[in-house]
Structure formats: C-alpha cells, structure tokens
C-alpha cells in the first residue's frame, strides 16, 4: 500500500490513493465532530478552517454540523 509520505517522495503509485488534501480535510472534520460533541465551538470551527484550507465543500461542513447537533 502506498503512504501519503510516499507520494511526495515521488514513490509509489499516486493513482491507487486519495489526494492528501482530501485525506487531511477528512481528519479535520473527523475532529471537528469529536470537539462539537465535546462542547467546543471554537474548537470545531478551529478544524472547520482547516478542513476548508484542505479542500472541504461547506456541504460537508455543514453535514457534520448537523450530525455534532443530534444526541450522541
């Protein structure tokens, strides 16, 4: 399997992976919901910045804004 450090080696096969932005804005939303659950707005909107930075749709943005505000 090929790693992200692989990929900005220039080794590996980057076809067979998920761009590293897409990856990064996907952990960024992961902690964003882990924060809204744990009651830190600015923390969340902290990881919503990044999440953009790296490449998140307000759409996605918004899913898991809707999903912090539901009971866990």
Do not use: W
């Not at 220039?10 to 590293?20: C, F, K, L, N, R």
């Not at 952990?27 to 919901?33: T, V, Y």
């Not at 953009?52 to 943005?61: D, L, N, V």
């Amino acid at each position: 399997m090929t790693e992200p450090a692989d990929i900005l080696n220039g080794s590996g096969d980057a076809s067979q992976t998920e761009p590293i932005g897409a990856n990064r804005a996907e952990r960024e939303l992961d902690d964003a919901l882990y924060y809204l659950h744990e009651g830190c707005k600015p923390c969340a909107e902290r990881h919503f910045d990044l999440a953009r930075s790296f490449g998140a749709t307000e759409e996605q943005i918004a899913a898991v804004i809707r999903a912090g505000s539901s009971p866990s």
